[in-house]
Nanobody, 123 residues
Framework: VQLVESGGGLVQAGGSLRLSCVGA????????MGWFRQVPGKEREFVSA????????HYANSVKGRFTISRDNDKNTVYLQMDSLKPEDTAVYYC?????????????????WGQGIQVTISS
């Protein structure tokens, strides 16, 4: 199984980025997908998750109203549209494939992880 993130980078506060994560080696449409983020010295933090058919989406309070998760099962890809970015959104972002079909928010419930991608927001 392989998950590969792309789309990170450096933007100014108030700007936007769209992260993508392409999956291979798994039945993508059968599982929920999630995004997490981590900064040095802190635990990995849940950002957002989406059920396998996009019926249910869940967001951390810190990103609600600013981030939008979506997926395209035909392309084995999950996206995270990030708008109105703040310096506190700076982190390494990871996509992950859940062990189950429904949305979960704890890292231990995710079986596979991408390598992570840096997102830096300047003030």
């Amino acid at each position: 199984v392989q998950l590969v993130e792309s789309g990170g980078g450096l933007v100014q506060a108030g700007g936007s980025l769209r992260l993508s994560c392409v999956g291979a080696g798994l039945t993508f449409s059968d599982i929920a997908m999630g995004w997490f983020r981590q900064v040095p010295g802190k635990e990995r933090e849940f950002v957002s998750a989406i059920s396998r058919r996009s019926i249910t989406k869940h967001y951390a309070n810190s990103v609600k109203g600013r981030f939008t998760i979506s997926r395209d099962n035909d392309k084995n890809t999950v996206y995270l549209q990030m708008d109105s970015l703040k310096p506190e959104d700076t982190a390494v972002y990871y996509c992950a494939a859940a062990r189950v079909t429904s949305i979960v928010t704890e890292p231990r419930n995710y079986a596979y992880w991408g390598q992570g991608i840096q997102v830096t927001i300047s003030s």
